[in-house]
C-alpha cells in the first residue's frame, strides 16, 4: 500500500531507533569526557557495545539490578558525571519509579535514563516487556524532561543534545527497524515540534514510531481530499504548546497518534493544551487500556489500531466532529 | 578537638535536636540522638567539608541515607557554620527550607533523602566517579538498621565490591530499633558482620558513643585496600536521655513540657560532671 501512495517523505533504508540511541552515545563520549554509560547486563539489546569498546574506563556494567543502576547514576553526578543509564524501557521506569523521583527528579540531577524495546514493537516477548505505561510516569515526574524520537536519525540527535541539557531526562526509543525518514544533518531542539506536513483540515500530533504512521495516513487522506498537518513532538514534556495552538487554530481539530496507553499519554497532554485555551475535538490513537500480547510488530500495531489505516478513521471523526 | 571537648558537643548537640523538635512540634527523636556521636566525630574531625569549600570538587562527600534522623544533621551543619542555628527554629514549618528530611536547598547537603535504601546506591556512584578522576575524596554514607531489608542496599553491596571502591566508608547506626519495633522482631538482620563480609565489605564494630572509638575507626579508612569499609556503629536509639532510651514510642515522640525539662536537666547534669573532669 505504501508504495502506490504520493508520500511526503521517503525513505531508502530502515534502522532500529535503538541504534540510533548507541550511535549517538558514542559520538557523545568522543565529544565530551564526563560522558559515561551504565548498563543492566542489556548491553547488546541497547547497542551500547561500541561504546564500551571505546571507553571501557567509563563504562559501567551494574548486572541486573535496575534499582542499583538508578542510584549510582545519580550519585556519578555528584562527581560531575554525566550518566546515560540504558535498560529495557519497563526496567528503566516502572521498575525504578521511586529511585527517579528521589534521586534523580526531586533531586534535579542530570541523568539521562534510555530506555529501549519500548511499547508494542517489542514484539515477540509479550506483554511483560511492553511496557505501555512509561510515558505517563515519567511526565508526571516534576523536573523530568521526556523524548520520544521517531526514527534511528532523531534518536542519535535527540541523544547528542541531551549531553547539552543539563537536567533529568528521558529517552524513549525502540527495537524494531523503522524506516529512516527523517535528515541525518538534523539539529534536535528539545521542546520544540517539528512540522513535518502542512494542511489545514485536521492536525496529526505524532511521536515516536507513529509518526512515519501519520506521514503514511496523511497521503492517505490527501487521495480522499482531506488536507491534514503532521507535526513530530519528539519531546512530550516539556510540550510544544504553541505549536499545538498555532496548529488547530487553524485545523479545528486534532488525532494525537502513539505507541502508548492513552491514559497518560501525549494525547492526555494535549487534550489538556485544548481543553485550557482552545477546546477542539480530539482523537487517540494508543493502547486503550489494555496489556500488550505476542506477535510481530505489524501485526500488534494493527490489532491495538496504532497505524495508518486508524490515524486515517480518526481524522475522519474528528473532523466529523468540529 | 580533645575527646572532652567533642563529648561537650556531643551533649550541647542533643540539647539542641531536643530544642527544636520541641519547637518543630515533630522530629524523628530517638535515631537523631543515636547517630549524633557519629555526625559529631564526622563534621569536627573527619570530613574536609566546610562551607568555604563546600563546592571544592574535592571535598568528602557525606549522605546520609537515614534521612528521617535531618535534626541531628541540621544542628551538627549549624555548628559548623554552614548557615544560623537560629533558621532552625522553623524546622518542619510551612515554607521553611528546613524540611523534615535532607534537602539540598540546605547549605552543606549533597543530595535529597530520606526515602529508604537510597542513600548506598548514590554513595556507590558518587565513589566510582571519584575512582574515575583519580580524586582524593572519600564518600561517607549513615544507614539505618531498619533500612537494611531495603534489597536496594545488597544490591548496591555487591557493585560496591565489584567496582573495589576504598574511598567508600559505610555506617551503620545500629540501634536495633525501628518503627515498629526491635530489628530482630521486625525483620531479623543477624549475622550481619559476616552477611558484610560476604558481601565483599572490610568490616569492623565499635560502640557508636564512643567519641575515642568512632574517631580512631574512621582515621583507619580503608581498613583494606580494595574493599568498601563498613562500619557496625552500636548504639542506643534515644541515647542521653534515660526515659527515651531504647524505647520505641520515641522514634518520633515530642516531649511534654516536663518531659523536655527532664531530658534538658540530665543533659545539663552530665555537661556539668564533663567540666569537673580534668582533661589528661
Same mark, same amino acid.
Given at each position: ?46 547497542? +551500547? ?26 550519585? +556519578?553526578?555528584?562527581?560531575?558525571? #554525566? ?32 530506555? @529501549? ?19 505517563? +510516569? ?38 524494531? /527497524? ?18 513535518? #506536513? ?28 482531506? @488536507?491534514?498537518?503532521?507535526?513530530? #513532538? ?45 477546546? @477542539? ?6 493502547? /486503550? ?34 | +578537638? ?180 526491635? /530489628? ?97
Amino acid at each position: 500500500m505504501e508504495k502506490i501512495l504520493d508520500l511526503k517523505y521517503t525513505y531508502t533504508e530502515k534502522k532500529d531507533t535503538r541504534s540510533g540511541f548507541g550511535d549517538g552515545l558514542l559520538e557523545a563520549g568522543r565529544n565530551n569526557p564526563n560522558v559515561v554509560g551504565l548498563c543492566a547486563d542489556l548491553i547488546g539489546s541497547l547497542k +551500547m557495545g561500541a561504546f564500551q569498546k571505546e571507553f571501557p574506563e567509563r563504562f559501567f556494567q551494574t548486572g541486573i539490578a535496575e534499582a542499583n543502576m538508578i542510584g549510582l547514576a545519580a550519585g +556519578m553526578t555528584i562527581g560531575g558525571k #554525566i550518566p546515560f543509564t540504558g535498560t529495557f524501557a519497563n526496567f528503566s521506569t516502572g521498575r525504578v519509579y521511586d529511585q527517579i523521583r528521589q534521586s534523580i527528579a526531586y533531586s534535579e540531577k542530570n541523568v539521562k535514563i534510555c530506555a @529501549s524495546h519500548a511499547g508494542l514493537t517489542l514484539g515477540e516477548d509479550g506483554a511483560t516487556h511492553q511496557i505501555l505505561e512509561d510515558v505517563g +510516569m515519567m511526565k508526571m515526574l516534576p523536573n523530568m524532561t521526556v523524548i520520544v524520537p521517531c526514527d534511528y536519525n532523531q534518536t542519535k540527535a535527540a541523544t547528542l543534545a541531551l549531553v547539552d541539557h543539563h537536567g533529568p531526562a528521558y529517552l524513549r526509543f525502540g527495537r524494531p /527497524n523503522w524506516p529512516i525518514f527523517t535528515p541525518s544533518d538534523q539539529k534536535f531542539e528539545i521542546g520544540k515540534a517539528i512540522k513535518m #506536513i502542512e494542511g489545514k483540515d485536521v492536525s496529526i500530533f505524532a511521536t515516536g514510531h507513529l509518526v512515519w504512521e501519520a506521514v503514511v495516513a496523511e497521503a492517505m487522506l490527501r487521495e480522499e481530499g482531506i @488536507s491534514a498537518e503532521v507535526i513530530n #513532538i519528539h519531546t512530550i514534556k516539556p510540550l510544544d504548546e504553541a505549536a499545538i495552538l498555532e496548529s488547530v487554530g487553524k485545523t479545528g481539530c486534532a488525532v494525537s497518534a502513539e505507541e502508548h496507553q492513552v491514559n497518560g499519554g501525549l494525547g492526555d497532554s494535549i487534550a489538556q493544551v485544548l481543553v485550557r485555551n482552545m477546546p @477542539s475535538p480530539l482523537e487517540y490513537i494508543g493502547v /486503550n487500556d489494555s496489556f500488550g500480547e505476542s506477535g510481530t510488530p505489524t501485526q500488534l500495531l494493527e490489532k491495538y489500531g496504532l497505524n495508518a489505516e486508524n490515524i486515517v478513521k480518526a481524522a475522519k471523526k474528528a473532523i466529523s466532529r468540529k | +578537638m580533645t575527646i572532652q571537648e567533642l563529648a561537650f558537643k556531643s551533649l550541647d548537640y542533643r540539647k539542641k535536636i531536643l530544642k527544636y523538635i520541641k519547637l518543630a512540634n515533630a522530629g524523628h527523636t530517638g535515631g537523631s540522638l543515636s547517630c549524633i556521636d557519629i555526625l559529631n566525630i564526622l563534621y569536627n574531625e573527619i570530613l574536609n567539608v566546610l562551607p568555604h569549600n563546600f563546592s571544592d570538587k574535592n571535598r568528602d562527600r557525606y549522605i546520609q541515607s537515614k534521612g528521617h534522623s535531618v535534626e541531628a544533621l541540621y544542628v551538627v551543619l549549624a555548628d559548623r557554620g554552614f548557615y544560623p542555628e537560629s533558621l532552625l527554629e522553623t524546622l518542619c514549618q510551612y515554607q521553611s527550607h528546613f524540611i523534615g528530611h535532607p534537602t539540598k536547598k540546605i547549605p552543606g547537603i549533597e543530595q535529597n533523602t530520606g526515602a529508604l535504601g537510597h542513600g548506598l546506591a548514590l554513595s556507590v556512584g558518587i565513589a566510582i566517579a571519584g575512582k574515575m578522576d583519580r580524586a582524593s575524596y572519600r564518600v561517607f554514607t549513615l544507614l539505618g538498621d531498619g533500612e537494611l531489608a531495603e534489597g536496594s542496599n545488597w544490591e548496591a553491596l555487591m557493585a560496591a565490591s565489584h567496582y573495589e571502591l576504598d574511598n567508600l566508608v559505610i555506617i551503620l547506626d545500629y540501634n536495633k530499633l525501628q518503627i515498629t519495633g526491635p /530489628n530482630k522482631e521486625v525483620m531479623k538482620l543477624e549475622p550481619l558482620s559476616p552477611k558484610f563480609e560476604a558481601f565483599g565489605c572490610s568490616v569492623r564494630e565499635i560502640n557508636g558513643h564512643d567519641l575515642a572509638s568512632i574517631k580512631q575507626t574512621l582515621q583507619d579508612v580503608p581498613f583494606e585496600k580494595g574493599k568498601p569499609s563498613l562500619i557496625i556503629a552500636h548504639t542506643i536509639k534515644g541515647k542521653g536521655v534515660s526515659y527515651m532510651e531504647n524505647a520505641i514510642k520515641w522514634h518520633h515522640g515530642v516531649p511534654n513540657d516536663a518531659q523536655y525539662q527532664q531530658a534538658m536537666e540530665e543533659l545539663e547534669d552530665r555537661i556539668i560532671n564533663l567540666q569537673t573532669i580534668v582533661p589528661q
